[in-house]
Structure formats: structure tokens, C-alpha cells
């Protein structure tokens, strides 16, 4: 996964110094996982809610059911 990121504050030229940083894949998966252990149930499902499509999420326990929470 390749990002633009800021890194640092140019002060001198009032500008943020910015990087193409690459993230191989089994990283993206530690800082999601990381991003998501921090929440508890609730916020996890507000946070998917919010951010992804009913397509993009769904239960594994039964994944016939729809969860309408």
C-alpha cells in the first residue's frame, strides 16, 4: 500500500514535509488489527458502520443472517 504522508512541519517555509511511504501488506494488517483492538465492540461496529458498505462486512458465524444493529 503506498500513502502520502506527512512527517514533519517545514517551519522557515510554513509547509508540511511530506513522504511516499510503501507499507507492505502483512504491516497494513498490525496497524489495522492495532487500530481496531483499541475499540470495544460497540465502536468497532459504529466505526464499520460508518466507513464501509453493508457489502464490505459480514458475520462469520453466520454469515446467512443479516445483523441489522
Given at each position: ?11 522557515p ?6 513522504a ?12 489495522v ?24 462486512v ?12
Amino acid at each position: 500500500m503506498k500513502i502520502k504522508l506527512p512527517i514533519n512541519y517545514d517551519v522557515p517555509n510554513q509547509e508540511e514535509v511530506v513522504a511516499q511511504v510503501t507499507i507492505p501488506s502483512n504491516k497494513v494488517r498490525e496497524i489495522v488489527m492495532n487500530f481496531f483492538n483499541k475499540k470495544n465492540y460497540a465502536q468497532r461496529r459504529k466505526w464499520l458502520k460508518k466507513n464501509l458498505t453493508e457489502i464490505d462486512v459480514y458475520r462469520l458465524d453466520n454469515p446467512d443472517e443479516h445483523n441489522n444493529e
